[in-house]
């Protein structure tokens, strides 16, 4: 047992807290946050030397990242500020940032807590999205490695306990699932890119290609034929780079349950929602673009870049409106799941309708 | 008693007919429902598909096992099929879509699934309606030709989910059900069934 699995059996034991300030917290529609916050809660005070000295110069908010955070927390009218984590985090546990917001940078509402952890795609347990909970609740996550290789100069195969000593940043970013429904969900982790400098990429790398774990022992899914198990998932190295691209170790303030891909998870928020790869234990640098498992399984409707796109239809479905969990009726969807301004440029001349 | 054996299968048919549409209200009073209108839509849908099939199988039923009873439930077997694929089509037109008939427009074109689960439904509509007695005597001969449209509705059923799954391994299966109804029914197929069966039972009455 490590400090890892103490922390979230404590986190269990305090979600119900987190499901009471939810819904009171709802800021009111018209109190739109103007602009996207990727905030800091206490986690990276505490930590502020780490991720100053960790970031780097490219990530432009960097260096007023506490100072964004507080300013994101005066601005919600809604009085008393977010419980802060009650967990102490062991020596080795994650410092997560509490939820700082009650919507997303575009005025959208966080999905519940309840309704993320209970309505997951997660095809290795099963197919069927609300037994995904059950099925994955005894699901190993401490022990865990990740091994990242391939063509980089200093592979490295890190604990998860190391992942969690990277400053954990919250990102609120829109969830849109290839099956026309989505979600608002307020992820909690670092920049994929953060832990790629790490293992120095060579100049040959031009992907990255991301595995699930294989166990049909623990995966009951994994036991049906139909698919290439294990799941695998690549970037393209600019949109692995990207400051949006992070690895997830947790939501809503605390560590990732089973569902949503614990202990660790990839989270691509301009691409559907089956490329951002769950419970990864493998990454690699690869020269030629990873062939994913979707892509294995149906090439003609599952293409590698799967960027959401209303004008691009799934060849069974339309991609052009999505729904809300939460609500009824539809919403339209929004090229590059509202993400446009931060990624189009990495597809400049790219035709997105033959590379979906 | 088969008087009785038939009053209880009608019983059985309407409440377990009445099952799904009660147990999806009760799940939606108790909040139950994560995303309400697409689980109003797939239980609709699948419980039309399991009621279109199970009034498929009376005849066969009685094919293979000379249970005549079930006939007496084939009726009403339909019409809740039928009333289970409006209820999916309502939801789709109204609860999803809104009424919103140019995003329909754009749904039924992007979507194929969705026009040939609407032609299913079409195909439905006159068999519904003329499921009454009254109409039956009026159209004589040709009810039954008309009724045998239930063939091609099951079969644009099977196709229309098999299209709108992500994983066809499920919808297959049903697929596997119905053709192996349709199949009892070819001619020829049904009589030699009906020889063995008759063959069987007179070498059982020799035997004891």
């Given at each position: 047992?490590?400090?890892?699995?103490?922390?979230?059996?404590?986190?269990?034991?305090?979600?119900?807290?987190?499901?009471?300030?939810n819904?009171?917290?709802?800021?009111?529609?018209?109190?739109?946050?103007?602009?996207?916050?990727?905030?800091?809660?206490?986690?990276?005070?505490?930590t502020s030397?780490?991720?100053?000295?960790?970031?780097?110069?490219d990530?432009?908010?960097?260096?007023?990242r506490?100072?964004?955070?507080?300013?994101?927390?005066?601005?919600?009218?809604?009085?008393?500020?977010?419980?802060?984590?009650t967990?102490?985090?062991?020596?080795?546990?994650?410092?997560?940032?509490?939820?700082?917001?009650?919507?997303?940078?575009?005025?959208?509402?966080?999905?519940?807590?309840?309704?993320?952890?209970?309505?997951?795609?997660?095809?290795?347990?099963?197919?069927?999205?609300?037994?995904?909970?059950?099925?994955?609740?005894?699901?190993?996550?401490?022990?865990?490695?990740v091994?990242?290789?391939?063509?980089?100069?200093?592979?490295?195969?890190?604990?998860?306990?190391?992942?969690?000593?990277?400053?954990?940043?919250?990102?609120?970013?829109?969830?849109?699932?290839?099956?026309?429904?989505?979600m608002?969900?307020?992820?909690?982790?670092?920049?994929?890119?953060?832990?790629?400098?790490?293992?120095?990429?060579?100049?040959?790398?031009?992907?990255?290609?991301?595995?699930?774990?294989?166990?049909?022992?623990?995966?009951p899914?994994?036991?049906?034929?139909g698919?290439?198990?294990?799941?695998?998932?690549?970037?393209?190295?600019?949109?692995?780079?990207?400051?949006?691209?992070?690895?997830?170790?947790?939501?809503?303030?605390?560590?990732?349950?089973?569902?949503?891909?614990?202990?660790?998870?990839?989270?691509?928020?301009?691409?559907?929602?089956?490329?951002?790869?769950?419970?990864?234990?493998?990454?690699?640098?690869?020269?030629?673009?990873?062939?994913?498992?979707?892509m294995?399984?149906?090439p003609?409707?599952?293409?590698?870049?799967?960027?959401?796109?209303?004008?691009?239809?799934?060849?069974?479905?339309?991609?052009?409106t999505?729904?809300?969990?939460?609500?009824?009726?539809?919403?339209?969807?929004?090229?590059?799941?509202?993400?446009?301004?931060?990624?189009?440029?990495?597809?400049?001349?790219?035709?997105?309708?033959?590379?979906? | 008693?088969?008087?009785?054996?038939?009053?209880?299968?009608?019983?059985l048919?309407?409440?377990?007919?009445?099952?799904?549409?009660?147990?999806?209200?009760?799940?939606?009073?108790q909040?139950?429902?994560?995303?309400?209108?697409?689980?109003?839509?797939?239980?609709?849908?699948?419980?039309?598909?399991?009621?279109?099939?199970?009034?498929?199988?009376?005849?066969?039923?009685?094919?293979?096992?000379?249970?005549?009873?079930?006939?007496r439930?084939?009726?009403?077997?339909?019409?809740?099929?039928?009333?289970?694929?409006?209820?999916?089509?309502?939801?789709?037109?109204?609860?999803?879509?809104?009424?919103?008939?140019?995003?329909?427009?754009?749904?039924?074109?992007?979507?194929?699934?969705?026009?040939?689960?609407?032609?299913?439904?079409?195909?439905?509509?006159?068999?519904?309606?003329?499921?009454?007695?009254?109409?039956?005597?009026?159209?004589?001969?040709?009810?039954?030709?008309?009724?045998?449209?239930?063939?091609?509705?099951?079969?644009?059923?099977?196709?229309?989910?098999?299209?709108?799954?992500?994983?066809?391994?499920?919808?297959?299966?049903?697929?596997?059900?119905?053709?192996?109804l349709?199949?009892?029914?070819?001619?020829?197929?049904?009589?030699?069934?009906?020889?063995?069966?008759?063959?069987?039972?007179?070498?059982?009455?020799?035997?004891?």
């Amino acid at each position: 047992m490590g400090a890892g699995s103490k922390y979230r059996e404590l986190d269990n034991g305090d979600k119900y807290i987190m499901i009471k300030i939810n819904p009171s917290e709802i800021t009111p529609e018209h109190v739109y946050l103007s602009r996207r916050k990727f905030m800091v809660g206490i986690g990276a005070l505490l930590t502020s030397s780490l991720v100053l000295s960790a970031c780097g110069g490219d990530l432009s908010q960097s260096p007023e990242r506490s100072e964004g955070s507080g300013e994101g927390l005066s601005k919600g009218p809604q009085e008393p500020s977010p419980t802060p984590p009650t967990a102490e985090p062991g020596p080795d546990g994650p410092v997560f940032p509490t939820v700082s917001a009650t919507t997303d940078e575009l005025g959208e509402k966080l999905t519940s807590y309840e309704v993320v952890i209970q309505y997951n795609n997660y095809y290795e347990f099963t197919t069927n999205k609300e037994r995904v909970a059950f099925l994955a609740q005894d699901f190993k996550t401490s022990p865990w490695k990740v091994e990242v290789g391939g063509l980089v100069h200093k592979p490295k195969t890190f604990d998860i306990d190391d992942l969690y000593k990277l400053p954990q940043e919250e990102r609120i970013y829109r969830l849109r699932c290839v099956e026309a429904w989505s979600m608002v969900i307020p992820w909690v982790g670092f920049p994929l890119a953060k832990l790629l400098k790490e293992v120095e990429p060579m100049a040959e790398a031009k992907y990255v290609r991301f595995e699930t774990l294989y166990d049909p022992d623990q995966m009951p899914g994994q036991k049906s034929g139909g698919y290439n198990w294990p799941y695998v998932e690549g970037l393209r190295m600019d949109e692995a780079m990207h400051d949006l691209t992070i690895l997830a170790t947790g939501l809503y303030g605390k560590s990732l349950l089973p569902q949503n891909g614990a202990p660790v998870r990839l989270v691509v928020p301009w691409k559907y929602g089956f490329k951002s790869i769950k419970s990864v234990v493998k990454i690699d640098l690869v020269e030629e673009m990873p062939v994913s498992l979707w892509m294995a399984t149906a090439p003609h409707e599952y293409g590698f870049y799967a960027n959401v796109n209303p004008e691009v239809p799934h060849p069974r479905w339309s991609q052009a409106t999505e729904r809300r969990i939460g609500e009824f009726g539809r919403r339209e969807t929004l090229l590059f799941n509202g993400y446009a301004e931060e990624v189009a440029d990495l597809y400049a001349g790219l035709d997105l309708k033959k590379w979906y | 008693m088969r008087k009785l054996k038939t009053r209880w299968l009608q019983i059985l048919t309407h409440v377990a007919a009445l099952l799904p549409l009660a147990w999806l209200l009760w799940d939606y009073w108790q909040g139950r429902l994560i995303d309400p209108v697409r689980e109003i839509t797939t239980r609709t849908g699948k419980a039309a598909l399991i009621l279109l099939i199970l009034s498929l199988a009376c005849t066969p039923i009685n094919i293979l096992l000379g249970f005549k009873q079930v006939l007496r439930v084939r009726r009403a077997l339909g019409l809740y099929a039928f009333m289970y694929a409006s209820l999916h089509f309502l939801t789709f037109v109204g609860l999803d879509y809104g009424f919103d008939f140019d995003l329909l427009g754009q749904g039924i074109l992007d979507q194929r699934y969705v026009l040939v689960g609407f032609a299913a439904g079409l195909l439905l509509l006159p068999l519904a309606i003329t499921s009454t007695q009254a109409w039956q005597k009026r159209l004589g001969k040709n009810w039954r030709r008309l009724h045998r449209l239930v063939y091609q509705a099951s079969i644009l059923a099977i196709v229309h989910f098999t299209w709108l799954a992500k994983d066809n391994r499920g919808p297959l299966r049903y697929g596997a059900v119905v053709a192996l109804l349709l199949i009892v029914r070819i001619p020829g197929i049904r009589k030699a069934i009906s020889d063995a069966r008759y063959w069987l039972k007179t070498r059982q009455k020799a035997t004891r």
